[in-house]
């Protein structure tokens, strides 16, 4: 299978079953806003290190969001419920509550939620306001610059995390220049994250190690350096350069719709191969297989 | 179903059964003969109202209906839309549904109501969203937005429930308040929040404030901004980018009472 030049690898991307909640984070202005949003997926890449696996998924107009201010959408993703709870409590009342102006809004329709708010409001020590509007509570908690105003319940949802391709190309200019238009292609499309930095990953890794203490260790079959005397080298010779690029999403639909805007936007002279990462099936509940993804 | 009122009555007509979910189910025949309280004699409906198809979802209500009272008494869900005056307890005891009138409205307009979402184009009487008289608390949820203007004792001791007004208020609005939300467009009568335990009342115009209040500071509720866009939205009333813009006076009281309900006076 081929898209232009580059081969696509009859093969699948295994994505898992996650939880995910969406923040709406606003501020007096697009400083501000970005910045608690910047603060609040901060080391959010991957959940092996960083508990969850965060990122922005949208920039907001004033006239999509609920108090009319500037603001940014905000995925937050982790294995289950109670953690995700927990996730947000943390990254909220540490990274938006504590950013000046800013205000913080479910920005998921779901029967499911988890109480963050209704946590947060302590920290008011019995000076905080709650208030309805249209059904759903807010919390006004005093702080230094007027008040920190957050919904009292998030909605969240079970998710996709993990969908993948990895990019192999033949020099670097080449596979950072697939990178960088594929994620900016992807990035159009709603209710997805590359939690990654710039949305793309170097350091791709399999399940184990020689080190019995770590879970995860370096997927030796796509390094470029050791590919010479790896038996089980995935790369092809004339290969000089791979590259990972990582999807969450709110659902299987959105996960492949990025997949396949960013794979037919990667293909290129130059990049040789396109293929995804799994686990032979046996960890992750979807298969995405790459050639369902070619325009 | 359409109701038209055709005799005015004498005295006040009792009629708590005009709500959706007691008409929609029933057939014309059965809607002409349901029971109500002329003063102190029972009658049946079709004495005042003549009843004909209309919308299936909607109950439609019609004409000068200012001596009918409890129209819309305990509804829990539907709509009801009322062109004309309505008199006294509209709404009593409502729980949920929407009701709209296009009209004046009377006294004592949605006592004991505790959701739902009632809408009144006109002017309103006295005591709107209040408690009744022996008892501490008003009206614990809902929404009524009026866009006229109206008198006093506006949620007499009013728990979360949100009441805009497009107009002027009388004296004593939200007195005794225990919590939920007041926003006034108009001018405001004397005592203002007296006796007020926690609670927003939001003025846009300047009032005179009680001694017990004290003065904080000038800010920007962004939770203003929000119950703005969402009146905006949801409402006829013409809300300014001003306000939403805007900032706010912020004034704690009543020290009367447990001091924690605000005023909310915007910014000249």
């Known amino acids: 299978m081929r898209i232009k030049n580059t081969e696509i690898v009859d093969t699948y991307a295994e994505a898992f079953s996650m939880w995910s909640s969406k923040v709406i984070i606003t501020g007096e202005n697009d400083y501000w806003a970005l910045g608690a949003a910047r603060a609040m997926t901060g080391m959010a890449t991957s959940i092996i290190g960083c508990k969850c696996e965060a990122g922005i998924d949208l920039k907001l107009s004033p006239e999509e969001t609920p108090d009319g201010r500037p603001g940014y959408s905000i995925l937050v993703f982790t294995m289950d419920k109670e953690s995700l709870r927990t996730r947000l409590i943390e990254r909220i009342g540490q990274c938006v509550m504590t950013c000046p102006t800013t205000a913080c809004f479910n920005g998921f329709d779901s029967e499911e939620t988890v109480n963050v708010g209704g946590a947060l409001r302590y920290f008011g020590d019995g000076f905080q306001i709650s208030k309805k509007i249209n059904g759903n509570r807010f919390w006004r908690i005093p702080v230094f610059d007027g008040e920190f105003l957050i ?45 990654f930095p710039k949305g793309v990953v170097r350091s791709g890794s399999k ?72 686990f032979g099936g046996k960890l992750g509940q979807y298969k995405i297989y790459l050639k369902d993804l070619i325009e | 179903m359409k109701l038209k009122l055709h005799t005015l009555p004498d005295v006040p007509l009792e009629a708590e059964k005009i709500t959706p979910a007691v008409i929609n189910k029933l057939s014309i025949k059965e809607i002409e003969n349901l029971k109500v309280f002329h003063g102190n004699r029972e009658t049946n409906l079709a004495d005042f109202f003549s009843v004909s198809k209309g919308s299936q979802d909607i109950l439609e209500v019609e004409g000068d209906m200012h001596r009918i009272k409890y129209l819309g008494a305990k509804m829990s869900s539907g709509e009801m839309r009322i062109n004309g005056d309505v008199g006294a307890h509209l709404a009593s005891g409502m729980t949920g549904g929407h009701i709209i009138v296009n009209g004046n409205a009377s006294d004592w307009i949605a006592p004991e109501m505790s959701g739902g979402f009632l809408h009144i184009t006109g002017n309103g009487g006295h005591c709107i969203g209040s408690s009744y008289r022996g008892s501490a608390k008003g009206i614990s949820g809902g929404e009524i937005i009026i866009e006229g203007s109206v008198k006093n004792e506006l949620g007499h001791g009013m728990s979360n429930a949100i009441i805009v007004i497009g107009g002027n208020c009388g004296d004593f609005t939200g007195v005794n308040m225990n919590s939920g939300t007041i926003l006034t467009f108009g001018e405001m009568g004397i005592r203002t929040g007296a006796g007020m335990k926690r609670g927003t009342i939001i003025c846009i115009n300047d009032l005179e404030i009680l001694p017990t209040f004290t003065y904080n500071c000038e800010y920007a509720p962004v939770y203003l901004k929000l119950l703005f866009k969402y009146l905006k939205n949801k409402t006829k009333i013409k809300v300014s980018d001003n306000y939403i813009n805007g900032f706010f006076h912020r004034w704690s009281g009543d020290a009367v009472e447990m001091n924690r309900g605000e005023l909310l006076v915007y910014c000249h």
């Open chain 1, 151 to 195: 919904s009292e319940k998030f909605g969240i949802k079970k998710s996709v995390g993990g969908g993948n391709f990895y990019i192999l190309g033949n020099s670097s200019k080449v596979c950072l220049d697939a990178c960088y238009d594929a994620v900016k292609a992807m990035k159009k499309v709603e209710n997805i994250i590359m939690p």
């Open chain 1, 207 to 278: 399940v184990g190690s020689k080190y019995k203490a770590l879970v995860a260790s370096t997927n030796h079959a796509y390094c470029p350096t050791i590919k010479g005397f790896v038996k089980d080298s995935a790369i092809p010779d004339s290969v000089h350069i791979c590259y990972e690029i990582v999807i969450d999403g709110v659902d299987e639909e959105a996960v492949t719709k990025a997949m396949k805007i960013g794979i037919n936007t990667a293909a290129r002279d130059g990049v040789i191969q396109i293929t995804a990462g799994n």
